[in-house]
C-alpha cells in the first residue's frame, strides 16, 4: 500500500510537464566566402614566390617571401 503525504503547495515530478528537446539547427556561414574573395588576388599574386601563406583565425592574410613576411589586415590592407 502506497503511503502518500502531499503537502500544501508541494508539486511532484511526476506532474511537471515533459520539456521537448530542441534540435540545433545548421547555421551556414557566408562571411568567410566574402573575406576569400577579398583575398584571391593577394594569393594570385603571390602564390608563385612565397614560401607560405596562412590565414589566421582574426581575418588577416600573412604571406611569407623568403626575407619578411607581409600581413594583410581582414579588409586587405
Excluded at 35 to 56: A, P, Q, W
Excluded at 67 to 74: P, R, S, W
Aim: proline share 1%; hydrophobic share 40%; net charge neutral.
Amino acid at each position: 500500500m502506497k503511503n502518500e503525504c502531499i503537502i500544501e503547495g508541494q508539486i511532484s515530478i511526476f506532474d511537471l510537464p515533459a520539456i521537448e528537446v530542441v534540435k540545433s539547427k545548421e547555421i551556414i556561414i557566408k562571411a568567410e566566402n566574402k573575406e576569400i574573395g577579398k583575398f584571391d588576388n593577394i594569393i594570385k599574386l603571390y602564390s608563385s614566390n612565397c614560401s607560405r601563406i596562412v590565414k589566421t583565425l582574426s581575418g588577416a592574410l600573412l604571406v611569407g617571401l623568403d626575407d619578411k613576411t607581409m600581413y594583410f589586415n581582414a579588409c586587405g590592407i
